[in-house]
């Protein structure tokens, strides 16, 4: 069985499962988006590439030459803050989600450090740059559709090979927008695809590319 990294658990997972690492544009080519939805996305999940790509680099150097990571850990923090910041507003709960997704990206890639180049690739950097974009744009619609008065939300899946049996059966499941999603045997709450906050297990989060629609 994998470790349970919390959020970055996907490294494992990904890599037990055999899945094929997606191009940022085909991770986001079937998806109910528009072109420039898309664009939007493919974007950001190649900025957030570039910022994993320069800090693999450097934590390796940093390893060679035993210095501490503290200002690697703070720089990441920045700069993927900095990147969200575009996209919707960093509160409290947001901040505490990319606090956390460093600490643990740090600690696994640590770990894993001398015993596995994946940990340092490109694949794991355009993975997370997936996955990160996904959920970020899955919160700032879900935001967006409560801000407008949107008071229905309907889950949605790729309808693929790829779609785990706890998503396949919430395809179409549509309830009023203030209520949570109850998905897959471990009973997880959420309120969009790939939330977070209300202590989904990571397992109904990882690899996920399910979206919503809403209406009045």
């Known amino acids: 069985m994998p470790e349970n990294d919390g959020v970055m658990s996907f490294d494992q997972l990904h890599k037990l499962g055999g899945r094929e690492i997606l191009d940022h544009e085909q991770w ?25 790509v320069g800090l693999l680099i450097l934590i390796q150097l940093y390893d ?4 501490e990571m503290d200002d690697l850990k703070a720089r990441m923090l920045r700069e993927i803050r900095s990147l969200v910041e575009d996209v919707l507003t960093v509160n409290s709960t947001v901040l505490g989600y990319l606090e956390d997704y460093v600490r643990r990206f740090f ?24 996955q990160e974009a996904t959920t970020i744009f899955n919160k700032k619609e879900f935001d967006e559709a409560v801000a407008n008065g949107a008071t229905y939300k309907t889950w949605h899946t790729m309808m693929d090979e790829r779609v785990r049996d706890s998503h396949v059966e919430m ?3 549509t309830i009023p927008i203030g209520d949570l999603f109850i998905v897959g045997e471990s009973l997880s709450e959420m309120a969009f695809p790939r939330d977070w906050s209300h202590g989904a297990v990571p397992e109904e989060i990882i690899n996920c590319r399910c979206w919503l629609t809403f209406d009045r």
């Open 107 to 130: 600690e696994v890639t640590l770990r894993h450090l001398h015993d596995d180049p994946y940990y340092t690739s490109e694949d794991r950097a355009k993975d997370n740059g997936n």
């Open 171 to 173: 395809e179409a499941v």
């Open 28 to 52: 986001f080519d079937n998806m109910g988006l528009t072109e420039s939805q898309k664009r939007e996305r493919v974007r950001f999940a190649q900025d957030w590439e570039d910022i994993l």
């Open 64 to 67: 060679e030459y035993g210095m």
